[in-house]
Structure formats: structure tokens, C-alpha cells
């Protein structure tokens, strides 16, 4: 037993879903020590969820899959649920999603299950005060290290959270917030091992439609299309970042997620740009891919760009 767990106050779990776990910005630096970086899926709906609570960035808060969480207030706070569509309701009333709410101890909220999207997050005031584990509370099962007990939440469980009062409430406008279509693209950054595969074969992967299969998971989306074949079939095991592209031998892409290993030998021709990836964590079975190669100063712009947006739009008063 954590000592999370004998915290009192917070958020009793009473069903915990599909797969709900706890998560921040996750464990960085440590891959050195064979521990993945772990963290949300969607960081941009978890910013979101932490932003207009007015928390630190880097709160820890409930990732949600598919939905069906259920939780009881042990004390009065404010909430905040953004990411996937989903019906959010509070003592059996239905509320918005990307808007705060004043809940009172006692207070029930469940989460539907996703009608578009797959993950939810589900922040509280001040975040939850989970005990960080080498630098961070993120949940990583494969490791069983963060969140409670290194696992996914189940029912019974206490989530810790500080005191706090009825405040201002603050939504998103909806034209500001992420769509989760079933089509994307995604923008690569190639990678040294770009020159292992043929033009050929190049030409091939970034002017072909993708498909979602049914294995994906936080380690990584596998995807099917058109297989691709690489000139270097041995390679010595090496680090793997973010959302490297890699191909096993079926030639079938996997794009590598949080949780994934830390090292592979697998041939990877780049790299998705981690904004387009939190956009690929919203994608269920089917969704259609595509991929377009870009370089890294223009993915250099991009991050630069996306966080001048993310702090120039303005929440409003409800």
C-alpha cells in the first residue's frame, strides 16, 4: 500500500471502467535506468483538464479509456473532465465536458462510455496528490511503477486530493477545443535510418492509406496498409523516442507510444511529431492514417506555434 492511500479525502473510486490510471507529464530522463516515459496519451487534453482548474501543468489526473469511471467525492472541490465525447454526469445530471464544476463531498460522477475519441481526462482542484515514484505518479503497468501500486485503478480505491472550496467556473469555448476525426495525418520527421529504405519504398509509405488494427494500445498503434520493406534487415538493439515509426518484418508500421520499450531493433524511418501523435491516442480500430514527411525545423515551428496558441486562448467565465 502507498502512502497515497492513507491520505484521507479525495475521490473514492466506484467503478473504474475500462482502464483508468493515474498520469502526469510523466517520468523523463529515466529511460537510461530502462523505464519508459509513461504519461498522458492526449497532452493536450490533459492540459487543458489542469488549465482551466488553474493547476499546475503538471497535476496528476485520471486518463480514462473507452469511459464507465464512476467516483465519489470525499470533500468539496472543482473538477474538470476534457478529451474524448462522452456523456459526464454529476448525481445523475449531465454536465459539460471542458468546463469546471463545483462538486460537494458525497457527490457522484459518472463518465459514458466514448462516442468519439477514446480517452478521457478527468482532472480535480490542486490535482491529486499522488506520491511520485523515480520523478513522477504516472501509471505504467507493464513496470508496475506510479499511480496506486503501479496498476490500474480499481473499485474501492482512494484517490487523494487537498481541500478546497466552491469556486469560479471556467469552460473552453467549443471552437476552441480538439476534434477527434476518423481520419488524420500525421507528419513525420525522417530519421537517419530514412536512407535504408528505398525511394521506392518511400514513396510507397508516405502516399499510402493506413488503417488502425485491433492491436493498439499505450506501447504502440500498429497499423495496416501497404507493407513496407526495409534494405537493413539486422540491427543492433538502440533507444527508441516518441513516436518512432518502426517495421517488424511483415513490414507493417507500429508507432511507438507512452508507454513503449525503451530500446528495439526494429528499422524506423522517423519519427511522428508528437502533436499529431496525441491526436492518434484519440483513434480507435479503422481510423484511416496517412503520413507526410516534414523536416525538424519545421517541426521545431510547429511545437513553438501550437504553445503560443495553447497560451493565447483564453478560457471565459461561466
Excluded at 476534434?179 to 499510402?208: D, H, N
Excluded at 504502440?220 to 513496407?228: E, K, P, S, T
Aim: with cysteine; hydrophobic share 40%.
Amino acid at each position: 500500500m502507498t502512502i497515497s492511500h492513507t491520505v484521507a479525502g479525495g475521490f473514492e473510486v466506484l467503478h473504474p471502467g475500462m482502464l483508468s490510471m493515474v498520469q502526469d507529464h510523466g517520468r523523463l530522463g529515466m529511460a537510461k535506468w530502462g523505464l519508459t516515459t509513461g504519461g498522458p496519451a492526449d497532452k493536450l487534453a490533459f492540459d487543458w483538464a489542469n488549465r482551466l482548474l488553474g493547476n499546475d501543468e503538471n497535476a496528476a489526473a485520471i486518463e480514462v479509456a473507452f469511459g464507465g469511471l464512476k467516483l465519489r467525492s470525499l470533500r468539496d472541490t472543482q473538477i474538470c473532465v476534457t478529451g474524448a465525447e462522452s456523456e459526464v454526469l454529476l448525481n445523475g445530471q449531465a454536465i459539460q465536458r471542458w468546463q469546471t464544476h463545483n462538486v460537494q463531498a458525497g457527490d457522484e460522477m459518472a463518465l459514458g462510455f466514448a462516442r468519439c475519441g477514446v480517452r478521457c481526462y478527468v482532472a480535480v482542484k490542486g490535482g491529486l496528490q499522488i506520491e511520485p515514484q523515480f520523478g513522477s505518479c504516472s501509471t505504467v503497468v507493464r513496470e508496475g511503477i506510479g499511480g496506486l501500486s503501479g496498476k490500474a485503478l480499481v473499485a474501492g480505491d482512494v484517490l487523494p486530493s487537498i481541500a478546497g472550496g466552491p469556486g469560479r467556473n471556467w469552460r473552453l469555448l467549443k471552437q476552441d477545443q480538439p476534434s477527434y476525426p476518423t481520419e488524420i495525418r500525421l507528419r513525420v520527421v525522417p530519421g537517419y535510418q530514412q536512407a535504408w529504405f528505398s525511394r521506392l519504398e518511400q514513396r510507397r509509405f508516405f502516399s499510402s492509406v493506413y488503417q488502425v488494427s485491433k492491436q493498439w494500445d499505450r506501447m504502440g498503434y500498429r497499423l495496416q496498409g501497404a507493407a513496407i520493406e526495409c534494405q537493413q534487415r539486422e540491427m543492433l538493439s538502440e533507444g527508441i523516442c516518441l513516436g518512432a515509426i518502426q517495421f517488424p518484418p511483415d513490414g507493417q508500421p507500429i508507432v511507438l507510444m507512452q508507454d513503449r520499450q525503451t530500446i528495439g531493433g526494429y528499422p524506423k524511418i522517423g519519427s511522428v511529431l508528437s502533436l499529431d501523435l496525441y491526436r492518434l491516442a484519440q483513434c480507435g480500430e479503422g481510423t484511416q492514417v496517412y503520413f507526410e514527411p516534414i523536416s525538424m525545423e519545421t517541426a521545431h515551428n510547429e511545437l513553438l506555434l501550437a504553445r503560443r496558441r495553447f497560451l493565447k486562448t483564453k478560457p471565459i467565465a461561466v
